[in-house]
């Protein structure tokens, strides 16, 4: 099955700053990917995806590149904000999956 | 338009005792997956559902724990004698077509076993 890999795990930048975040999957028939953003208690939403017919997209400060080749893809936040703090997910689902497969998670602390 | 809806959004039970939780998807949606999350940890699928089938249940104890999605009315994530390892958060999410396409979360519920 697939196996999604997420890192770095924490991630503490000043405000202003970029942040990146990067994935690995397994499964090279994956292709769809969505980044979520969990707050402390709340529920993951959804920020940010990507199709592997796609090599990036960007959404005003979130942008999401996908290598296919290397099997790997990645969210950049710029300009970060306190309230960007939280919790990010990746995750990877494809034609035969009947679910996403999530990474672990970046706790991301942006300092004011 | 209301989004995927559980509840309750916080259970406590004591071992031994059986959690129902429930889950109505989005209006239009007939995909249902259900995700355990563990404090800090990330999200685990345990089984998908369509209305009155189950489609995969490969993520899900095979003891204990069930799920269904009637014709009517909300899916449910049953779990049968609770111990104190099953305290997590549990997610419903649901999706219009496939669930290769995006999964819309609900709220969670948060289960703490005694």
């Known amino acids: 099955g697939e196996n999604v890999e997420q890192h770095p795990s924490t991630l503490s930048v000043q405000e202003g700053d970029s942040a990146v975040i990067k994935c690995t999957y397994s499964?090279?028939?994956?292709?769809?990917f969505p980044w979520y953003k969990q707050e402390l208690g709340k529920r993951p939403q959804l920020i940010i995806d990507?199709?592997?017919?796609?090599g990036e997209k960007k959404d005003q400060r979130i942008a999401v590149t996908l290598n296919k080749t290397a099997k790997h893809f990645s969210l950049h936040i710029t300009e970060t904000q306190p309230e960007d703090s939280a919790v990010y997910f990746c995750?990877?689902?494809?034609?035969?999956?009947?679910?996403?497969?999530f990474g672990t998670g970046t706790r991301l602390t942006v300092i004011p | 338009n209301a989004g995927v809806m559980q509840n309750p959004r916080h259970l406590v039970r004591r071992r031994g005792q059986e959690a129902r939780l429930r889950c109505s998807p989005m209006?239009?949606?007939?995909?249902v997956y259900w995700y355990r999350q563990l404090p800090e940890e990330g999200l685990k699928f345990m089984v998908y559902l369509q209305k009155e089938n189950i489609i995969d249940e490969s993520g899900m104890p095979k003891e204990r724990f069930s799920a269904e999605f009637p014709k009517e009315g909300p899916s449910i994530l049953r779990i049968q004698q609770v111990v104190r390892g099953d305290s997590a958060a549990y997610f419903c999410?649901?999706?219009?077509?496939?669930?290769?396409?995006?999964?819309?979360f609900g709220p969670g519920t948060r289960l703490l076993v005694l």
């Open positions: 209006k239009g949606h007939s995909h």
């Open positions: 499964d090279s028939a994956s292709n769809y």
């Open positions: 990507i199709r592997s017919n796609v």
């Open positions: 999410a649901s999706s219009k077509y496939t669930s290769v396409e995006t999964q819309y």
């Open positions: 995750a990877a689902g494809g034609p035969g999956a009947n679910n996403l497969f």
